[in-house]
């Protein structure tokens, strides 16, 4: 399984950006895919994760009303985007696109991922 996220950059506080996260290699259509971020001395946290079919969506509380997470399925493949508007200061971090399954509930756990991609850093800075 291959795992490539992109669209991080340096963005203006109230600004917005969209990541995207290309994934392949599935052995099968039903993994959970999420995003996940890591802000410099902190653990890394859950922003969001999708399920195997797009119908549920789960947000943390710091980005809910603010990000909208969506994907678009091939065949054992998948592109999955987040994009996120008002962004803060705080927001600042580097952004992991994880996966876990094969799975047809949601699982959104750090601990519960089985794989990982390179992360992409976004700054929000003036």
């Known amino acids: 399984v291959q795992l490539q996220a992109s669209g991080g950059g340096l963005v203006q506080p109230g600004g917005s950006l969209r990541l995207s996260c290309a994934a392949s290699?599935?052995?099968?259509?039903?993994?959970?895919i999420g995003w996940f971020r890591q802000a410099p001395g902190k653990e890394r946290e859950v922003v969001s994760c999708?399920?195997?079919?797009?119908?549920?969506?789960?947000?943390a509380s710091f980005v809910r009303g603010r990000a909208s997470i969506s994907r678009d399925n091939a065949k054992n493949a998948a592109t999955v985007t987040l994009a996120m508007n008002s962004l803060k200061p705080e927001d600042t971090a580097v952004y992991y696109c994880?996966?876990?399954?094969?799975?047809?509930?949601?699982?959104?756990?750090?601990?519960?991922?089985?794989?990982w991609g390179e992360g992409t850093q976004v700054t929000v800075s003036s």
């Open positions: 994880a996966a876990a399954g094969p799975t047809t509930s949601l699982t959104c756990r750090t601990e519960s991922m089985n794989y």
């Open positions: 290699g599935f052995t099968s259509d039903y993994y959970t």
């Open positions: 999708i399920s195997y079919n797009g119908a549920i969506t789960n947000y």
